[in-house]
Structures are given as C-alpha cells and as structure tokens.
C-alpha cells in the first residue's frame, strides 16, 4: 500500500465532515506541505474523532505547534 493510500484509509472517519476536510487536505495541500506538517497531519489522523472535532471547532488548542498549525488551516478551509 503506497504512503498517500494508506492516509487515505486513515481520513476515513466516523464523521462525514471530518472525512471531507482531511481527504481536500490531503489532495490539495499534503503534496506541497513541509515535512513537519505532514507529519502533523499524520498525527492529526491518529486521534479519536471527539478529539479532532474539538480541535477543530477551537474548543481545545493542541499543545504541539505544528499540530496547532495545521489545525488552523484545516479550520481556516471550512470557511472557503
């Protein structure tokens, strides 16, 4: 299984929104993204959903900053 499948499968959440948001990050800013977003980004899909859905809805702040970053832009693409 190539690295992009395999996130592929890890995008795959138990929330429709969740899944539409990380599969458009995924297509369109994984490839281009520096390695230490990417690698948020992976940490990102190991999390629970309640997590994320926290996250991303600006209930918590991740203590990690590259985390927090891509958070940002993953909630900042909602609005787009």
């Given amino acids: 299984m190539s690295e992009v499948a395999r ?13 539409l948001l990380f599969n458009k ?4 800013s994984y490839p281009t993204a520096s390695e230490a ?3 948020a980004f992976e940490a990102i899909l190991q999390m629970q959903d309640p997590q ?3 996250l991303i809805l600006g209930r918590f702040q991740s203590q990690d ?3 927090a970053r891509v958070i940002e832009f ?4 909602l609005s787009e």
């Fill in 25 to 28: 990050y995924l297509e369109q």
């Fill in 37 to 39: 977003d990417q690698q």
């Fill in 74 to 77: 993953l909630r900042k693409s």
């Fill in 7 to 19: 996130l592929r499968w890890l995008c795959r959440r138990g929330m429709k929104e969740l899944d």
């Fill in 65 to 67: 900053a590259d985390i």
């Fill in 52 to 54: 994320l859905y926290d």
